[in-house]
């Protein structure tokens, strides 16, 4: 989509409901994989971001600290990653709703807390996971993920999860062009024990 404006960020913005009107926002990090770069936008337990566009440098992206919506975000290029989900709950549900997501040289999605992600009408493009549960966070949770409506083009793995600790992962109508792993199965360590 087309910004309607760009706003450049000096340090991270907290919000619970967020409606971005189809703006561009920068500035976080240094666009690369570094793991130590602050998110751009936190998003609080119940809330929606909705009607963004994040270009370069994006940091660490969303980060939802309980259950949250993210509505209509695009990610021209995803920065370390593009959102990552935190709850401890494990009845918490993430819905990522419309939107996409291109260049994101590692992971798009990133679970680490408990609960449920739900990706759906979303677009994804040159990246490496459209979404993985943590491999060695120190939780080592239950985390499910549905796909459903999710078009890949030139993307690695769609969802990479840990079955030792019983993650799901379900998939709905997925297109993909080129070629893409649908599930990668993972045996999660937690830190400090690998
Ligand atoms: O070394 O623990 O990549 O939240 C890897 C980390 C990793 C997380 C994750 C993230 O699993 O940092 O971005
Ligand atoms: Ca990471
Ligand atoms: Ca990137
Ligand atoms: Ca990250």
Redesign the pocket.
């Known amino acids: 989509p087309t910004a309607t404006g760009s706003v450049k960020l000096a340090d991270t913005q907290q919000v619970t409901n967020f409606d971005g009107g189809m703006k561009s926002y920068y500035g976080i990090g240094d666009g690369g994989q570094s793991?130590s770069q602050d998110p751009m936008f936190e998003v609080a337990n119940g809330g929606t971001i909705q009607n963004v566009i994040i270009d370069a440098p994006a940091g660490?992206g969303i980060h939802c600290l309980g259950s949250c919506t993210i509505r209509n975000v695009w990610w021209n290029d995803v920065g370390?990653?593009a959102a990552?989900f935190m709850s401890s709950s494990s009845s918490a549900t993430y819905l990522v709703d419309g939107g996409g997501a291109k260049s994101g040289s590692d992971k798009v999605f990133?679970h680490n807390g408990a609960g449920t992600v739900t990706i759906k009408n979303f677009q994804v493009h040159s990246s490496g996971k459209l979404y993985r549960a943590c491999g060695n966070c120190s939780s080592s949770y239950q985390r499910h993920v549905v796909m459903d409506g999710v078009t890949a083009r030139s993307t690695k793995v769609l969802a990479g999860i840990n079955t030792n600790w019983g993650d799901t992962a379900r998939f709905r109508r997925i297109t993909v062009y080129g070629s893409a792993v649908i599930c990668e199965k993972y045996k999660g360590v937690p830190k400090g024990s690998e």
């Open positions: 793991e660490d370390e990653d990552t990133q």
